[in-house]
């Protein structure tokens, strides 16, 4: 009986565990496990019931409600549809040879779960760790820089917990890719960064000469983000240049900075993941038109399914969940607008499936 009581009382509390690890580093004997430990769970319920003792069975209810409770925060949830936006597209007119190329550096590997409430904890998905280039006539522009060469020794700056629940993969670093192809350093103006998380700033070490591009209050959140921007932190920060908002609302953002000022390369404030966090809107010559909206959403359900990241998942990262909340519905509002905008989430290959690729580069596949 007591064994049936521990079963039923820590069981339900054990499953949970084993839920969260599976959504962020899946595993065949961790699924196995879980499984078995369900029908454990199942088994020691049918006996304490049987046994009518009270402590026990009050003490398993309690824990069944948190792991329900805990479960729960995987549901799909939408957000409320936005507010039809009205406004038409925003003139551009990008210079002739302008282009972009996706430069895909690496993944991790998650589950679908893990990405966006609702998401199969079973669905098992390569997260891509991505970079851009954005070739322009009066300078080109790297948008983050994924895995760098140094990642194996970056992560090793991470908290134990978050290096046990996450399995990366290199493919080619960012610079080595612009290397392969014969691309002249000289071209990159600066790196632009969406936020300062490891896998959009491990490869900031590999571009020791070029500046990098954030916004105020990114810079005060790399300065201050603990473990979280500690890789981004070990960049000299002579290397950072702060630039603003100077220009006005830009597709329902309420400000935005046109890098070029021919809206060509048009960036906006998208803060919720982290404090500065932005998405970068690229117009090309033949109409097509990119939204590189960083971590506002990790997979394309984010923005169609209106789904914010599980609960667990934003605590971890200390996301501001009405912030995020807000500039989720404003990209859901713009997609459904303009479908002609391909939207392009770092860690969804799928988005980056669309774009060119340089030469000897790494072949970017959903």
């Known amino acids: 009986m007591k064994t049936a009581a521990a079963t039923a009382i820590l069981g339900p509390l054990l499953i949970a565990l084993l839920a969260a690890i599976i959504s962020q580093r899946p595993s065949d004997v961790a699924v196995a496990l879980a499984g078995l430990l369900i029908l454990a769970v199942l088994a020691a319920d049918v006996a304490v019931i049987a046994k ?25 949830s939408p957000l409320p549809p ?46 891509s760790m991505t ?17 760098g ?12 917990y978050f290096r046990a629940l996450t399995g990366y993969e290199l493919f080619k670093p960012a610079a080595d890719q612009l290397d392969a192809a014969g691309y002249d350093p000289k071209r990159l103006r600066a790196i632009l960064i969406t936020h300062g998380h490891w896998d959009h700033t491990s490869g900031l070490s590999d571009f020791p000469d070029t500046p990098i591009l ?8 790399i300065r201050e983000g603990g473990w979280l921007t500690v890789i981004a932190r070990a960049v000299p920060d002579t290397r950072y240049r702060e630039y603003g908002f100077e220009a006005g609302p830009y597709l329902g953002f309420p400000a935005s900075h046109d890098v070029y000022g021919d809206g060509s390369i048009v960036v906006v404030p998208a803060p919720g993941h982290t404090p ?9 010559p033949d109409q097509r038109r990119y ?28 996301e501001n969940s009405g912030e995020a909340r807000e500039n989720i519905l404003r990209m859901a509002a713009i997609a459904a607008r303009f479908p002609s905008i391909a939207v392009v989430t770092a860690h969804d290959a799928r988005t980056y499936a669309g774009l060119p690729t340089l030469a000897n580069g790494p072949s970017v596949s959903p």
Do not use: C
């Open 149 to 160: 060469r140094e990642i194996d020794k970056q992560f090793q700056t991470q908290p134990f």
């Open 131 to 147: 970079a851009a280039l954005v070739k322009h006539p009066r300078g080109d522009l790297l948008i983050d820089t994924g895995l």
């Open 82 to 127: 936005p507010a039809p936006f009205t406004a038409p597209l925003p003139p551009a007119s990008p210079p002739p040879d302008i282009a972009v190329f996706g430069l895909m550096t690496g993944v991790t590997h998650r589950t679908a779960s893990f990405g966006y409430r609702g998401g199969s904890l079973l669905d098992r998905r390569d997260f």
């Open 291 to 318: 939204a590189f909206i960083g971590d506002l959403a990790w997979q394309r359900e984010g923005i169609t399914e209106r789904e914010l990241r599980p609960w667990l998942v934003r605590w971890q990262g200390r």
């Open 52 to 76: 009518r003792r009270k402590g026990p069975a009050a003490a398993a209810i309690v824990t069944h409600i948190a792991l329900i409770s805990f479960l729960l925060t995987y549901r799909a």
């Open 276 to 284: 500065g966090s932005v998405v970068v809107f690229v117009a090309l």
């Open 214 to 221: 954030v916004t105020a209050p990114e810079h005060r959140f």
